[in-house]
């Protein structure tokens, strides 16, 4: 067939999902990447992009229905470009995302011959966030929701998400409506005009509490007082309410000054049994409830046997590192965020563990600077989406550990970082899919090496 182009109108069989969940379809050994599509559909399809190897395009109409499709359950799917595999029954969802880490592993890193566990799918597939970022929008309307995909000044305003709890849907919309009943507008990034920027809520799956953090341009909050009472007294289980202001362009919701307005500056969460400290600016798992076997299944692979030094790198407040502590001697973590140092340290105080360590500096420095009178037995990692750079892989072969487990949130990277592990003469001999966001093409993956 001849090359595609912009406009054209194509009747397509999708024949499988692409890393990133778009349909793939091939015509004449061309393929054309398919948003809207899932495996066994054939649809009508409108080229949107056509490159010299490929094509992108969206559906038109389909014309017939894969037997793994399903209706939509949200009311805002389609629009606001999140959970785009709602269309996916979830059986098949499990199945296409442990393939995309084999073959992630396969194709990128050249990996072949581990062993696969079984993915392990979610308890929950509705209503398991702990964590939703929301923007507001300028304009007529003040609306607050989520951007709309590749739009950076328009949201979809969000009356029931279905990935976070009813209470903090309805939070969301209180918040809202004390918004646009101020009669002050929404930030607006071209002109840097306005007050109203994100809302970042945040929950306790397992001990209830609710943290609210409002984020705006430079000003005064409007009634703060009476806000803070209301807002609190029709939702008790918010346990911190604070005000960050952003008074930069970036359009980001963390990592800036706040006040408290109501309550604490943090709120707590439990997870296998351990009680942690969680501020606004914190990382922490999504899905409580998947971080557990996730974090179980990384204790699973160290095969702790009580006398090892471990080494926790990107530890964070400490989540991996203060549940490993109880099977080895030794445990230290390392993270580059001074306040995710200081709360992992509380945390460890608050659950009583004696024998863990957590400094704060960039993983390759910190790895390089260090003293150290013996080498650990086990690194474990969980970088960022972006993995760990190379010359971070280098010095963790240079520690000489036994054994690596590695916590990965994108199959890619890991893939990446797994090549140079092998060159380095580790070998990957397990890995595991762990489904922490159903819906979406995303997939947690631990692997032993």
């Known amino acids: 067939m001849k090359k595609p182009v912009k406009t054209q109108e194509l009747d397509l069989s999708i024949a499988s999902l692409a890393f990133g969940g778009r349909g793939v379809a091939r015509q004449d050994g061309f393929v054309i990447f398919v948003d809207g599509a899932v495996p066994g559909d054939r649809v009508r399809a409108v080229v949107t992009h056509a490159r010299r190897s490929y094509a992108e395009a969206r559906v038109k109409e389909l014309l017939n229905s894969s037997a793994e499709r399903v209706e939509p359950k949200c009311r805002h799917f389609g629009v606001c470009g999140g959970c785009s595999w709602q269309t996916l029954s979830y059986d098949a969802q499990l199945r296409y995302k442990q393939s995309q880490v084999a073959e992630c592993l396969g194709h990128i890193g050249g990996i072949h011959g581990f062993a696969v566990d079984q993915p392990l799918g979610a308890e929950n597939i509705w209503r398991y966030r702990n964590k939703v970022e929301f923007s507001f929008s300028a304009g007529d309307n003040l609306d607050l929701g989520f951007h709309l995909p590749g739009e950076w000044r328009r949201v979809v305003n969000i009356q029931d998400c279905l990935l976070h709890s009813e209470t903090t849907n309805a939070i969301r919309n209180a918040v809202r409506d004390f918004a646009r009943g101020t009669g002050i507008a929404a930030w607006e990034q071209q002109s840097e005009t306005g007050f109203w920027r994100h809302l970042v809520l945040r929950e306790g799956i397992n001990t209830g509490e609710i943290m609210v953090n409002i984020v705006t341009g430079a000003g005064n909050f409007p009634d703060a007082e009476s806000f803070a009472k209301s807002l609190t007294a029709a939702f008790p289980g918010i346990a911190s309410l604070v005000w960050s202001i952003n008074d930069t362009r970036a359009s980001v919701a963390t990592g800036f000054p706040?006040?408290?307005?109501?309550?604490?500056?943090?709120?707590?969460?439990?997870?296998?049994?351990?009680?942690?400290?969680?501020?606004?600016?914190?990382?922490?798992?999504?899905?409580?409830?998947?971080?557990?076997?996730?974090?179980?299944?990384?204790?699973?692979y160290a095969g702790l046997e009580g006398h090892e030094f471990v080494f926790d790198l990107y530890s964070g407040i400490g989540s991996i590192a203060l549940l490993m502590a109880k099977s080895c001697s030794e445990i230290l973590g390392m993270e580059i965020v001074e306040d995710a140092v200081r709360l992992a340290r509380e945390n460890a105080l608050a659950n009583s563990v004696t024998n863990s360590r957590f400094i704060s500096g960039k993983v390759r420095a910190a790895l390089k600077n260090i003293k150290l009178d013996r080498r650990p037995d086990l690194v474990v990692l969980d970088p960022p989406r972006a993995g760990a750079s190379k010359k971070e892989i280098q010095r963790i072969i240079e520690l000489g550990a036994h054994r690596i487990v590695y916590v990965s949130c994108n199959a890619s990277t890991l893939a990446g970082n797994a090549a140079q592990l092998a060159e380095g003469g580790y070998q990957l001999i397990r890995t595991g899919a762990v489904d922490m966001f159903p819906h979406t093409p995303h997939i947690e993956v631990v692997s032993l090496f």
């Open 258 to 300: 706040f006040t408290v307005l109501a309550g604490r500056d943090h709120i707590f969460e439990e997870i296998c049994g351990l009680r942690f400290k969680v501020s606004p600016q914190t990382f922490l798992q999504t899905n409580t409830l998947m971080a557990e076997r996730l974090y179980r299944k990384a204790l699973e």
